[in-house]
């Protein structure tokens, strides 16, 4: 059974004045046992759903579509499937100890249908034969997989969980039911580097078409998790690392006609070397997860610098995290000359994870008040939008009219890129 949140207007749910509160049961004669189901039957010419209403009456709508029209319906939030493994480098035992943050970031999710529907990673190691049979039946293609490691060692040690050493038996199986991967390894120095990481992308590579791409991120430590056995790379390793992806990369290019294995643009800021362009990350599909982000936001401000609005004498202030800074910056220069406007780079300290957390999308409220206090005359402030959730709060439970209340004279604007939002002034 799934609870309506809400009712798309002018949707067919709408027309049929079916209320938020209400339980969508079984969509023909199939029970609904989540959202996953109900966006997988409602796919249909012909849907017979059946619904019990919050006074209890029963309903059985039989409804003629096309087959790509939603219903308009919301559901509420599944019950998320928690994660079994206990990694050290877990972000969950990164969050702070005394300050409590939205509740969401305490959830430790290990999720196939939300690596489904919205591409998180997931390790498989909590799946039940019910769980195998559903993303085969349902066909659940592509799923997006923390490998870390192909040798069942290193990566048992890294999941600390006896399932983690079973991930060629779990690929074997997904390949064998025409289930694809956008692979990950998140790279912990001592761990999974060096040759571990040679074998990882050998072993990934030669599985052929059933492993879409492979993405490799630096670990990501905070104060509160760098005491667990886990350091971050140094620059010397990630450069190391960059060899090994470079390699592959060649191999790829030459036979597959793209480049496969990606490094997130964290690897080259904390290895200190260029970001590499647009070419470097092929279609751009993995920028959720750090990889080609900034190159990203860079190709997104580029394009809509000759549609800028002029905004001579006006100050602006920038506001983003400690490694983005030199690239923003770099950008600034280039919208200052194409609006007249004087625009400020400011790189905001993360003072709830600690210095090692550099990314803006991480930072907090109070992060955000703190660096934007000696910018109170200028005339606008953005930042980027990444740090806020759909109800507008920071991590730190600091919502953006409260931010805003407490800066009254400054205009502060989340923003996708910058210019997106200059545009809609
Ligand atoms: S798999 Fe993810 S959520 Fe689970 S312990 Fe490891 S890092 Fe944390």
Not at 303 to 313: E, K, Q, R, S, V
Not at 326 to 335: D, F, Q, R, W, Y
Request: charged share 25%; aromatic share 6%.
């Amino acid at each position: 059974m799934v609870r309506v949140a809400r009712v798309r207007r002018n949707s067919i749910a709408a027309d049929l004045e079916i209320p938020p509160g209400a339980a969508l049961v079984s969509i023909n004669g199939r029970d609904l046992r989540d959202s996953l189901d109900l966006r997988f039957y409602e796919a249909d010419a012909e849907v017979v759903l059946a619904v019990s209403l919050p006074d209890a009456q029963s309903i059985v709508y039989e409804i003629e579509k096309h087959p790509d029209e939603s219903l308009g319906l919301i559901p509420e939030l599944d019950k998320v499937r928690r994660c079994t493994n206990a990694c050290p480098f877990c972000f969950v035992k990164g969050n702070p100890k005394t300050t409590r943050l939205r509740q969401p970031l305490y959830v430790k999710d290990d999720d196939y249908r939300l690596s489904f529907m919205f591409g998180h990673y997931v390790t498989l190691t909590n799946l039940r034969d019910e769980d195998w049979e559903r993303i085969f039946e349902q066909s659940l293609t592509p799923l997006y997989v923390s490998v870390h490691a192909t040798d069942p060692d290193a990566r048992l040690r890294m999941l600390v969980n006896p399932r983690a050493a079973l991930i060629d038996e779990h690929l074997d199986r997904l390949s064998e039911g025409s289930i694809q991967v956008h692979a990950q390894v998140v790279l912990c120095p001592g761990m999974n580097d060096g040759q571990i990481l040679e074998r990882t992308v050998r072993d990934l590579y030669s599985r052929g078409e059933d492993i879409i791409s492979l993405s490799i991120v630096p670990v990501g430590l905070t104060d509160f998790n760098s005491d667990r056995g886990v350091r971050a790379l140094s620059a010397e390793e990630c450069i190391e690392s960059l060899a090994v992806i470079d390699a592959i990369r060649e191999r790829a290019s030459v036979e597959l006609g793209r480049a496969w294995c990606y490094a997130a643009d964290e690897m080259f800021l904390q290895a200190g070397v260029d970001l590499p362009g647009p070419d470097y990350f092929d279609d751009h599909q993995l920028v959720a997860n750090g990889v080609g982000a900034v190159s990203a936001l860079i190709s997104a401000v580029r394009a809509d610098l000759p549609n800028l609005p002029a905004l001579p004498g006006q100050r602006i202030v920038l506001v983003t995290g400690t490694s983005m800074r030199p690239h923003l910056a770099g950008l600034a220069v280039e919208i200052a000359r194409c609006t007249g406007a004087s625009i400020e780079t400011v790189a905001a300290r993360n003072a709830l994870y600690g210095p090692m957390v550099t990314t803006a999308g991480l930072l907090a409220g109070a992060d955000h008040a703190r660096a934007l206090e000696p910018h109170r005359d200028c005339d606008l402030a953005l930042f980027s939008r990444t740090a806020l959730n759909d109800q507008d709060l920071f991590l730190d439970d600091l919502s953006l009219q409260e931010l805003r209340r407490d800066l009254p004279e400054l205009r502060i604007l989340p923003s996708e890129h910058v210019t997106d939002t200059l545009l809609a002034l």
